[in-house]
């Protein structure tokens, strides 16, 4: 059974999690004043005794709050093995469990707000919170709610232009916001058109890619090509031609489970491919074969380049090799 004075903020929607965090903090100071709130992070729960922090009842107003900043802990991630010793993990207090320990004594009088957007769900603390937290989860938003949030924001845009912006934005809501500042400074009156979008936002090397397996997926090459001049302006060939590799891949992984009959949706999820994206693909999938010819033409590119056996091993002769055979893909 859930705790009101046990709350719980997540998920990777930061800017409407943000938002609400400060909301609640506003409202919380003006009702029972800005001495009854307490605000600890990773660092100074390190120094303070947290036990008492979460046990002690208000003295003076009739609550308190106590916001605990990325708590739950993400994965603790170690640059290499060397650094995570039993010496080293020994010095660090077990904070989240001392905390759960806490937990269910905290006085009705304060308020516990835990906010994490990536914390580590195999954690005691995690699944705990789950079921005693009253839980609030950010999640980003998607297809019609994404675009009706954009529209609120800017309601002179237009349909193409809609499509670019989620296009060039990946989706990504933090991102968004950020674009969407910059649009409505740029273009205070008329419609907001496709060409101020090209404008005004520069796609993310995700949003390039995308633009050019669009075009792979489409078979046309010319096209194709064009994409891929404009990428390698402003990137590495190795990475490009990395994560083409991968999204040619995945896209042949979702054509074969699509062909024994699975679920849309589960392939989508299996694959955590975006929807948009997903959409994108499905349209072409009519076109495997032939995206399964290019994708054996790059294994043996990948392999040329580094072996230096038949092309060379330089960024030139992998250029001219992912050239030749973008310019040699041709409908049927």
């Not at 955590?272 to 032939?290: Q, V």
Request: proline content about 3%; some cysteine; hydrophobic content about 40%.
């Amino acid at each position: 059974m859930s705790r009101s004075n046990i709350v719980f903020f997540t998920g990777s929607n930061h800017i409407f999690l943000r938002r609400d965090l400060d909301a609640w903090i506003d409202i919380f100071a003006k009702k029972y004043g800005e001495y009854n709130i307490s605000r600890l992070d990773r660092e100074t729960l390190l120094k303070t005794n947290i036990q008492a922090e979460l046990l002690t009842p208000v003295f003076l107003g009739e609550k308190r709050l106590i916001v605990l900043e990325d708590v739950p802990f993400p994965t603790v991630k170690w640059d290499n093995e060397e650094e995570k010793t039993e010496e080293t993990v020994s010095k660090t207090p077990d904070v989240e469990a001392i905390i759960l320990a806490a937990l269910d004594q905290v006085p009705e009088t304060t308020v516990v707000l835990f906010v994490s957007t990536e914390p580590d769900k195999r954690k005691s603390l995690y699944k705990r919170l789950i079921e005693v937290a009253t839980l609030k989860e950010y999640s980003n938003l998607e297809w019609n709610a994404l675009r009706e949030y954009i529209r609120k924001k800017l309601p002179h845009i237009d349909i193409t232009a809609l499509s670019r912006f989620i296009e060039y934005t990946g989706a990504d809501i933090n991102r968004i916001e950020s674009e969407i500042d910059k649009l409505a400074l740029y273009k205070q009156d008329g419609w907001i058109t496709e060409e101020d979008i090209k404008s005004t936002v520069i796609p993310t090397i995700e949003t390039s890619i995308f633009s050019l397996t669009d075009a792979l997926f489409l078979l046309d090459s010319a096209l194709a090509y064009r994409e891929l001049l404009a990428i390698l302006e402003t990137h590495n060939i190795h990475y490009v031609f990395s994560t083409l590799q991968s999204t040619l891949r995945t896209f042949l992984y979702a054509s074969k489970l699509l062909s024994m009959s699975y679920e849309p949706s589960n392939v989508q999820s299996l694959l955590k491919i975006h929807p948009y994206a997903f959409e994108k693909m499905r349209k072409n999938m009519r076109h495997s074969e032939r995206i399964k010819a290019l994708f054996s033409t790059f294994v043996i590119l990948d392999k040329q380049t580094k072996t230096g056996e038949g092309i060379g091993d330089t960024d030139d002769a992998l250029r001219l090799g992912l050239e030749k055979a973008i310019l040699c893909l041709q409908k049927n």
